[in-house]
């Protein structure tokens, strides 16, 4: 059974600082996707992950994807009060099926 | 281009009752997934359907039940509530074979 893991569960972020979330997950799959979630939202699509050695960015964001190691990695870069949010990583399954971390808390401080 | 939708948004239902969820897809996906959100065990699948026929099913008891109709439409049912149902259900819009994940915005669900 897939398994994923995420970590920290809690992150509290300077304003102008980095960080990294970490997503690791336990057997192999082409396709990794993070999603944004606000209080009481839905989920926002941030990045979709294909292949090894995929990059993605989006403004302060950057995703990127180690098939090899199935590790994923979320950098947020001088971090600011709008990214305060629920992070989630989802790693499908070979049936098509989103098995997702239990996410990570940031919230951002001045 | 619309986005998927899901209503009601909110619901509170009382223990034993059941209700319906409704999710529209994008136009033109043919695949929607549900997945139940709650505190203390996150996000997981209950089912997919693709074509009018479940394709995939999560771990969760016969309570739990959806279709879809012709246009893609989808709708799961609660039977017999219970306090612990109570949970975000998100449904997602998928072209399926194809990646890419669009989730409606929720309904909230409340067991009484």
């Known amino acids: 059974e897939l398994k994923v893991e995420q970590n920290p569960l809690f992150l509290s972020m300077q304003e102008g600082k980095n960080y990294t979330i970490y997503c690791n997950y336990s057997?192999?799959?082409?396709?990794l996707y993070w999603y944004r979630q606000d209080p009481g939202k839905s989920l926002e699509s941030l990045f979709v992950?294909?292949?090894?050695?995929a990059v993605k960015q989006e403004g302060r964001l950057m995703a990127s994807l180690d098939t090899k190691a199935r590790l994923s990695t979320l950098h947020i870069t001088a971090a600011v009060h709008d990214l305060s949010a629920t992070y989630f990583c989802a790693v499908e399954d070979s049936w098509g099926k989103l098995q997702f971390g239990a996410g990570t808390q940031v919230v951002v401080t001045p | 281009k619309a986005g998927v939708t899901q209503t009601p948004r909110y619901l509170i239902k009382t223990r034993g009752q059941q209700v319906t969820l409704s999710c529209s897809p994008i136009s033109g996906h043919r695949s929607v997934s549900w997945y139940q959100q709650t505190p203390g065990q996150g996000l997981q699948f209950l089912f997919e359907?693709?074509?009018?026929?479940?394709?995939n099913k999560g771990n969760f008891p016969g309570r739990f039940s959806g279709r879809q109709f012709s246009n893609s439409r989808s709708e799961m049912n609660v039977s017999t509530l219970e306090l612990g149902d109570s949970a975000l259900y998100l449904c997602?819009?998928?072209?399926?074979?194809?990646?890419?994940?669009?989730f409606g915005s929720g309904t909230r669900l409340t067991v009484v």
């Open positions: 057997t192999t799959s082409d396709r």
């Open positions: 992950l294909l292949s090894n050695g």
């Open positions: 359907y693709f074509s009018e026929t479940q394709r």
């Open positions: 997602a819009s998928s072209p399926r074979g194809v990646y890419g994940y669009t």
